[in-house]
């Protein structure tokens, strides 16, 4: 049977689903886009299906197997690596209307969600019950639930706590051709069967499309303590980030920021800088990155060079625990020659950090970011590469990350509305996931593959890990049409 298209096409996902479930032509455009439309990626959806239930998802996934139509699973359209966009079309498939709270047990530290539900909805509704949800990836009142647990988001406190992954007891999720499978359950042990659920976080809509979460909660610290460290370079970065884990202390968070990305953000840092961050004149480099003739604005900045690298640090847990981490913390870094500085409560320093990506992004306009892993052990010489990719590319260059978890976002400038400069980027970028893997990393930290690394998927591995990979999507999804091309790139079209 030949699919229908154009008008036909929603015409029949209509009856499939319900007409309120189907976009008109016309009316769903930035469904067409994930945030890699910063980098040019973008696409043309047949259609926009948003059903308003679990079995509306079926419904819509029955009929385009049927007809063998790509499905592109979709939950806030925040990721950064085309996962959301239909780079070659086909059927999007968006969980946003699935918002219901199933249930909340305070007293056995769970809930159960739609898929729906952002972020930041989930981490209020389980500290309104005095518990917390640890991941925060970014955009968290725009990310989705079942989007985090598509691409196993991670966040500055998964350092302590680890990524959405770590938190999910159970899922509920349409599969190819058409079915509603459960799996795992609420209890916080479950070890009859096979991992389903471990195989489906993480596999970024290629597997099954995500209709509700189970999640683990845990008491919410009393007291959250941030700290912020300035070192002499990233090298002095480094030894003190191996200090800290060498010395068995655990922060909640341990971020950090090089010389370059604390200059473009710290005229809105909320505190005393750091000393060892060197408080002076205007970076040279946020002059050289800034485009020719661009005014010259906040004559204090930060970083008086390149050379600063800052660390941004929380600990939690009670009033006793926190102090004596805190006492150990600062003889490890006195030791190490960094200077701290002491904020009055964390929810100032992360709206901060918040900010970051976008205040280096005002710099020129737009910038492309890789998140790479190299492990702690491999931080300063991944800094001074990026900064060498950029200079081999014209782009100026800057780092940030999870110094803790050795998680990179390599970071280059660029004036978006300049296709050369862009398409430069996207080279950079490519050098930079390249760097990862030559480090003995990893080509993402926490922001999956998509369409932008899927040519770097299996890179490294062996024959037979990349072939079980292969057999367990095609187990899944056997005519290749749940999100085609991206993760796993194996798929219909």
Request: proline letters at 6%; a negative charge.
């Amino acid at each position: 049977m030949t699919p229908a298209s154009g008008s036909g096409l929603r015409r029949d996902l209509a009856r499939a689903v319900g007409a309120g479930s189907v976009l008109e032509a016309g009316a769903g455009a930035h469904y067409d886009h994930d945030q890699a439309i910063q980098r040019g990626l973008s696409g043309e959806a047949d259609a926009v299906v948003c059903p308003e239930d679990a079995d509306g998802v079926v419904r819509a996934l029955a009929y385009c197997y049927r007809q063998g139509l790509a499905v592109v699973p979709r939950g806030g359209g925040t990721g950064v690596t085309g996962g959301a966009s239909p780079i070659e079309g086909g059927v999007v498939l968006s969980v946003e209307r699935l918002r219901g709270v199933a249930s909340v047990e305070p007293e056995l530290w769970r809930m159960r969600v739609g898929a729906g539900l952002s972020t930041a909805q989930v981490a209020r509704l389980a500290r309104e019950n005095g518990l917390l949800f640890p991941p925060d990836p970014g955009a968290a009142e725009q990310s989705r639930i079942g989007g985090n647990v598509a691409t196993n988001a991670g966040g500055p406190h998964a350092f302590k706590y680890g990524r959405t992954g770590a938190w999910v007891s159970g899922l509920e999720v349409a599969l190819a051709p058409g079915e509603l499978a459960r799996l795992g359950g609420g209890g916080r042990r479950d070890a009859a069967s096979y991992d389903l659920v471990g195989l489906l976080v993480g596999s970024e809509g290629t597997l099954g499309v995500v209709t509700s979460v189970g999640l683990r909660l845990v008491p919410a610290p009393a007291v959250r303590k941030p700290l912020v460290a300035g070192l002499a370079d990233a090298a002095a970065g480094q030894e003190a980030v191996l200090a800290i884990l060498g010395n068995g202390l655990r922060p909640a968070v341990l971020d950090f920021l090089d010389g370059r990305a604390f200059a473009a953000a710290a005229p809105s840092f909320p505190g005393d800088w750091p000393a060892q961050a060197r408080v002076g004149e205007r970076s040279s480099w946020l002059a050289e990155a800034s485009p020719p003739g661009a005014p010259t604005a906040d004559p204090v900045t930060g970083p008086a060079d390149d050379a600063a690298f800052v660390l941004l640090i929380e600990l939690d847990g009670s009033r006793a625990e926190v102090s004596e981490q805190e006492a150990e913390l600062r003889e490890v870094l006195a030791a190490q020659g960094a200077q701290l500085a002491d904020l009055g409560e964390p929810g100032g320093l992360w709206r901060w950090r918040d900010g970051v990506p976008g205040r280096v992004a005002a710099i020129r306009g737009g910038k492309l970011s890789e998140d790479i892993y190299v492990g702690p052990e491999r931080l300063a010489e991944a800094i001074g590469r990026v900064y060498a990719i950029g200079v081999e590319h014209s782009l100026a260059a800057c780092a940030w990350g999870h110094a803790g978890d050795g998680i990179l976002h390599a970071t280059f400038l660029v004036d978006l509305g300049d296709p050369e400069e862009r398409e430069r980027a996207n080279a950079a970028g490519g050098r930079a996931l390249g760097l990862a893997l030559e480090l003995g990393g990893s080509v993402t930290g926490e922001h999956g593959v998509g369409w932008v690394k899927r040519g770097h998927f299996g890179a490294g591995w062996d024959a037979a890990a990349l072939a079980a990979h292969e057999r367990i999507k095609r187990s899944f999804d056997p005519s290749g049409l749940l999100n085609p091309g991206k993760k796993v790139p194996l798929g219909a079209r």
